[in-house]
C-alpha cells in the first residue's frame, strides 16, 4: 500500500478538495458566458457537489456524518454529468430513459446511506460508486452524438476510466490489509478529485465544439445569402458569373450555349396583378429553368425578371430546344396553379474559343432584344460578334 506508507492521507485529502473546489469554480465561471450551453446548470451543480462532498470528507477526518455527506454527494456527480449531456444533446440524447438514471442513483444512496448509518463509508459505498459510474459510462457511450463529437468521447473515457479506478478499489476493499483500512476510500476520493479536475477540461471541450460548430453554420448561412438569390432560390448574378467560368474551365474549351431569358410584359403583371404575382412568375420560371437543366449546367438570376443560363457542351440547335421546354414546362405549370399564362422571350449564342463569358452575355442580351423586336414570345440566336450580330434563326414559343 504505496499510498498509505508515503503518502499523509488527510493531507492528500485535503489537496484533493482544495483542487475539486477551484475546479468547480472555474467550470462555474467558464459556463457562465455559455448562456447558449443548455446543461451549464447541471454540470455546475456536479462540480459544485463533487467538491463540498471532498471537502466535507477531508476536513471531518472521516466522521460519519460528514463523511456520509460526502459519499452521498458524490454518488450525485456522475448522474448530474449524464444530466447535463442529455440537455446540451437535446436533439440527440442517449437512447436510455433518463428513469433508469435516477433508479440506479436511488439505489446507490440507499445503499451508500445504509452503510453510513454506523460507519465511515466502506466497501458498499465503493460498490455503489462503480455501479454508478459504470452506468453514467454505459449510458454517455450509447449517445448518438458520440460519433461526431471527439469531446463526448473523451468525457466517456474520462468517466469510464473513474468507473474502473472505483472498481480496482472496491476489489480491493473486499481484501485490503486491515493495517490500512482507509486506503481504497482514500484511492476513491482521490480517483473523484482527478475525475472533477479533467470534467471541467471536457465542459470546455463540448462548449468549445457547438461555438465552432455555430460559427460554421453561420458562414455556411452567409455564403448561401450571399449567393443565393432568396426570392427565386437561384444564384445571383455575381455567383452566376463564378459558377459559369469554373464549369467553363473544367469544360476544357468544348463548346458552350449561353442564354438570356426574361418574362415579357413584366412591369404589367406587377401593374396589373400586383408585386406578390410577379414574385411568384418570378419563382414558377425559376423552378422551371432548374427542373430543365442537367446538372452541369448553370443558371442564375441576371437582375430583375432576366435570367442567364450556360449550357456546356451545348450547340444552337440543342439550345433552342432547351429554350422550347422551359416554355412548355412554365405553361404547364401555369395551368396547373390556375395562374395568368406566362411568355418568355430568349437570347441564344454559341461561345466562340477566343470569347469570354461577359462577351457571350453581351451578344445573348442583343439576340434578346432582337426577340422583344420581334414581338416577344420567341427565342432567337445570334452568330457573328457584339458590333456585327447575325441573328440566325427566331423560333416562336407558345403565347404571347
Same mark, same amino acid.
Given at each position: 500500500? *504505496?499510498?498509505? @506508507?508515503? !503518502?499523509?492521507?488527510?493531507?492528500? &485529502?485535503?489537496?484533493?478538495?482544495?483542487?475539486?473546489?477551484?475546479?468547480?469554480?472555474?467550470?462555474?465561471?467558464?459556463?457562465?458566458?455559455?448562456?447558449?450551453?443548455?446543461?451549464?446548470?447541471?454540470?455546475?451543480?456536479?462540480?459544485?457537489?463533487?467538491?463540498?462532498?471532498?471537502?466535507?470528507?477531508?476536513?471531518? #477526518?472521516?466522521?460519519?456524518?460528514?463523511?456520509?455527506?460526502?459519499?452521498?454527494?458524490?454518488?450525485?456527480?456522475?448522474?448530474?454529468?449524464?444530466?447535463?449531456?442529455?440537455?446540451?444533446?437535446?436533439?440527440?440524447?442517449?437512447?436510455?430513459?433518463?428513469?433508469? $438514471?435516477?433508479?440506479?442513483?436511488?439505489?446507490?444512496?440507499?445503499?451508500?446511506?445504509?452503510?453510513?448509518?454506523?460507519?465511515?463509508?466502506?466497501? %458498499?459505498?465503493?460498490?455503489? &460508486?462503480?455501479?454508478?459510474?459504470?452506468? =453514467?459510462?454505459?449510458?454517455?457511450? +450509447?449517445?448518438? %452524438?458520440?460519433?461526431?463529437?471527439?469531446? *463526448?468521447?473523451?468525457?466517456?473515457?474520462?468517466?469510464?476510466?473513474?468507473?474502473?479506478?472505483?472498481?480496482?478499489?472496491?476489489? %480491493?476493499?473486499?481484501?485490503? $490489509?486491515?493495517?490500512?483500512?482507509? =486506503?481504497? !476510500? =482514500?484511492?476513491?476520493?482521490?480517483?473523484?478529485?482527478?475525475?472533477?479536475?479533467?470534467?471541467?477540461?471536457?465542459?470546455?471541450?463540448?462548449?468549445?465544439?457547438?461555438? !465552432?460548430?455555430?460559427?460554421?453554420?453561420?458562414?455556411?448561412?452567409?455564403?448561401?445569402?450571399?449567393?443565393?438569390?432568396?426570392?427565386?432560390?437561384?444564384?445571383?448574378?455575381?455567383?452566376?458569373?463564378?459558377?459559369?467560368?469554373?464549369?467553363?474551365?473544367?469544360?476544357?474549351?468544348?463548346?458552350?450555349?449561353?442564354?438570356?431569358?426574361?418574362?415579357?410584359?413584366?412591369?404589367?403583371?406587377?401593374?396589373?396583378?400586383?408585386?406578390?404575382? #410577379?414574385?411568384?412568375?418570378?419563382?414558377?420560371?425559376?423552378?422551371?429553368?432548374?427542373?430543365?437543366?442537367? @446538372?452541369?449546367?448553370?443558371?442564375?438570376?441576371?437582375?430583375? $425578371?432576366?435570367?442567364?443560363?450556360?449550357?456546356?457542351?451545348?450547340?444552337?440547335?440543342?439550345?433552342?430546344?432547351?429554350?422550347?421546354?422551359?416554355?412548355?414546362? %412554365?405553361?404547364?405549370?401555369?395551368?396547373?396553379? +390556375?395562374?395568368?399564362?406566362?411568355? *418568355?422571350?430568349?437570347?441564344?449564342?454559341?461561345?466562340?474559343?477566343?470569347?469570354?463569358?461577359?462577351? @457571350?452575355?453581351?451578344?445573348?442580351?442583343?439576340?434578346?432584344?432582337?426577340?422583344?423586336?420581334?414581338?416577344?414570345?420567341?427565342?432567337?440566336?445570334?452568330? +457573328? $460578334?457584339?458590333?456585327?450580330? !447575325?441573328?440566325?434563326?427566331?423560333?416562336?414559343?407558345?403565347?404571347?
Amino acid at each position: 500500500m *504505496l499510498v498509505a @506508507a508515503d !503518502v499523509h492521507l488527510p493531507t492528500l &485529502m485535503l489537496a484533493a478538495a482544495g483542487v475539486a473546489l477551484l475546479c468547480a469554480a472555474v467550470t462555474s465561471a467558464m459556463l457562465a458566458g455559455q448562456p447558449q450551453a443548455r446543461g451549464r446548470g447541471a454540470w455546475s451543480a456536479a462540480q459544485w457537489l463533487a467538491a463540498v462532498g471532498l471537502a466535507a470528507f477531508a476536513l471531518t #477526518g472521516g466522521g460519519v456524518p460528514a463523511s456520509t455527506l460526502g459519499a452521498v454527494l458524490l454518488l450525485v456527480w456522475p448522474v448530474l454529468v449524464v444530466l447535463g449531456v442529455r440537455r446540451f444533446h437535446g436533439r440527440q440524447p442517449p437512447p436510455i430513459h433518463p428513469g433508469f $438514471d435516477a433508479g440506479v442513483l436511488a439505489i446507490a444512496l440507499l445503499v451508500a446511506l445504509a452503510d453510513g448509518a454506523t460507519h465511515a463509508p466502506g466497501t %458498499a459505498w465503493l460498490g455503489a &460508486m462503480t455501479v454508478v459510474h459504470g452506468h =453514467a459510462a454505459w449510458v454517455l457511450f +450509447g449517445a448518438p %452524438a458520440r460519433r461526431h463529437s471527439a469531446a *463526448l468521447r473523451r468525457l466517456v473515457a474520462l468517466v469510464g476510466s473513474a468507473a474502473a479506478v472505483h472498481g480496482t478499489t472496491w476489489v %480491493a476493499s473486499l481484501v485490503h $490489509d486491515p493495517a490500512v483500512p482507509d =486506503a481504497p !476510500v =482514500a484511492l476513491s476520493m482521490l480517483a473523484s478529485a482527478l475525475s472533477v479536475a479533467a470534467m471541467a477540461f471536457a465542459t470546455m471541450g463540448l462548449t468549445h465544439e457547438r461555438t !465552432v460548430d455555430e460559427l460554421r453554420e453561420s458562414r455556411r448561412r452567409l455564403r448561401y445569402l450571399a449567393n443565393i438569390d432568396m426570392l427565386t432560390q437561384v444564384p445571383n448574378r455575381r455567383h452566376f458569373g463564378e459558377l459559369a467560368r469554373r464549369v467553363l474551365q473544367s469544360a476544357g474549351g468544348r463548346s458552350a450555349a449561353v442564354l438570356m431569358l426574361d418574362i415579357d410584359h413584366f412591369k404589367r403583371i406587377n401593374d396589373e396583378l400586383g408585386h406578390a404575382a #410577379g414574385d411568384r412568375a418570378l419563382r414558377l420560371v425559376a423552378r422551371c429553368v432548374q427542373e430543365t437543366l442537367r @446538372a452541369d449546367d448553370v443558371a442564375g438570376r441576371y437582375g430583375g $425578371d432576366e435570367f442567364a443560363l450556360l449550357l456546356p457542351r451545348t450547340d444552337l440547335r440543342d439550345a433552342m430546344a432547351v429554350a422550347t421546354r422551359i416554355v412548355q414546362r %412554365a405553361q404547364r405549370l401555369a395551368r396547373e396553379h +390556375g395562374t395568368p399564362q406566362l411568355s *418568355l422571350s430568349f437570347g441564344v449564342v454559341q461561345m466562340r474559343d477566343d470569347e469570354s463569358l461577359d462577351e @457571350a452575355l453581351r451578344r445573348a442580351d442583343q439576340a434578346l432584344y432582337e426577340a422583344k423586336r420581334q414581338g416577344r414570345g420567341r427565342a432567337v440566336s445570334a452568330d +457573328g $460578334d457584339e458590333l456585327h450580330p !447575325v441573328f440566325v434563326e427566331s423560333r416562336r414559343l407558345g403565347l404571347v
